[in-house]
């Protein structure tokens, strides 16, 4: 734990300034636009710290971005970003430009083969080939010993436990609970440009995950689940989903039977009007 948060931009400034500290590095990558689920992450590191540093990241990575649009849209808070990680604890901040963290020439790619082919990877090709790359870049230049993502990006989770384990990393990944509004919706950087309507319709995510839930406890096979959630938010204005999936909850592969004994995924993705949400549940098949 250092006196007070550094906040640094360049990779040479990072390297320095975590030189004199421990081994004991616990990180939490984040591209801007802090909120209340970002808060809790970076708790949650600085609880798992102890007396070691937290080192948060504030970088909207280009590379992760299948559509041009939605980066251009992306929202972007640096104040209250710096104002938020000091709150919680933070002692380096890294704040790079696009230009600091990539070369113009880079020719290195990072991809994970399996477990990012379905859900989010069947729908923005080379979006986890561009968190993969970025999150290999994080962990050489802090070398955490720990680093915490959500599970509101689960199969960013799940791809990132991957990486570590095939490409020999030793940090240890941990897993965040989803933190939501009080409607239920999943808090995300991308919620304030919802429109006002669709902002009051997009708690209907969660509602029809638990429904279906409910469905699957009643014994409901997941094409049943995906029914559900399909018709709860197929029938808002505006809005188109992009995939209901039932998936095994460790290999992400897709469930067309009851599975007894298995952890399951339900994942959403849907498009309210310019925006895409995601969020799911997770869920035991009893034996
Ligand atoms: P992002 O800035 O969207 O890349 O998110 C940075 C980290 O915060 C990722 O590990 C996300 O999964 C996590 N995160 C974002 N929103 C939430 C949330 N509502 N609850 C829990 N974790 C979240």
């Known amino acids: 734990m250092l006196w007070g948060m550094r906040i640094v931009t ?13 081994a004991r590095r616990v990180l939490v990558p984040t591209m801007g636009a802090l909120h ?11 609880e798992l710290a102890g007396g070691g540093v937290v080192v948060a990241s504030v970088f909207l ?11 251009a849209a992306y929202p972007s808070t ?9 709150e919680c604890g933070v002692d380096v901040l890294f704040m790079p430009e696009a230009g600091e963290m990539y070369r113009q020439d880079r020719s290195i790619a990072v991809e994970e083969l399996a477990l990012s082919r379905g859900l989010c990877g069947a729908s923005r090709p080379g979006h986890f080939a561009g968190v993969c790359l970025v999150v290999s870049k994080l962990f050489n230049l802090v070398q955490p010993s720990d680093a ?82 399909r018709g709860k938010l197929g029938s808002i204005p505006g809005v188109r989903v992009d995939y209901v999936d039932v998936v ?40």
Not at 62 to 70: C, E, H, L, V, Y
């Open 61 to 71: 990575n280009p590379t992760q971005f299948d559509n041009a649009g939605d980066l």
């Open 148 to 229: 915490i993502f959500g599970k509101k990006d689960y199969q960013q989770l799940a791809v990132l436990r991957r990486l570590v384990r095939d490409l020999d990393f030793p940090i240890c990944i941990h897993g965040a609970d989803i933190v939501r509004e009080k409607d239920g919706l999943a808090i995300s950087s991308r919620n304030v440009r919802l429109t006002p309507e669709h902002r009051a319709a997009a708690p209907a995510i969660y509602s029809s995950l638990l429904a279906a839930r409910e469905s699957f406890a009643r014994g409901c096979a997941p094409a049943e689940l995906q029914a559900v959630v």
């Open 36 to 46: 209340a689920g970002h808060a809790s992450l970076l708790r949650q590191a600085r």
């Open 10 to 22: 360049t990779k040479r400034e990072l390297r320095a300034a975590l030189a004199a500290c421990g």
């Open 248 to 287: 095994d909850a460790e290999t992400l592969s897709p469930l067309s039977a009851a599975a007894p004994g298995r952890r399951a995924l339900l994942a959403v993705a849907a498009w309210f009007g310019e925006v895409r949400l995601i969020d799911n549940i997770e869920m035991t098949y009893s034996a």
């Open 78 to 86: 640096p104040g209250r970003d710096v104002a938020l990680c000091e």
